[in-house]
């Protein structure tokens, strides 16, 4: 992916396990490009729940008046 998941998120160019694009505040990064690697197989599915993960986490942010 161009913009994947790191453990450090130091990492240029990646984002958070919560889809939090590195070293910025409230930009996040919800599509396939997240996946560090694109197997063979559709990933429609897996990108559709991973987008809803990730807006879940933002929505409580947003309420805990965190984001």
Do not use: C, E, Q
């Not at 490009?33 to 990730?54: G, Q």
Request: hydrophobic share 40%; proline share 6%.
């Amino acid at each position: 992916g161009t913009m994947p998941m790191a453990n450090d998120p130091a990492t240029r160019y990646s984002t958070t396990r919560d889809g939090r694009l590195a070293n910025t505040d409230n930009v996040y990064v919800v599509d396939a490009s997240t996946f560090p690697t694109i197997p063979s197989k559709n990933l429609s599915m897996t990108t559709m729940a991973n987008a809803a993960r990730i807006s879940d986490g933002v929505a409580a942010a947003i309420r805990k008046g965190a984001a």
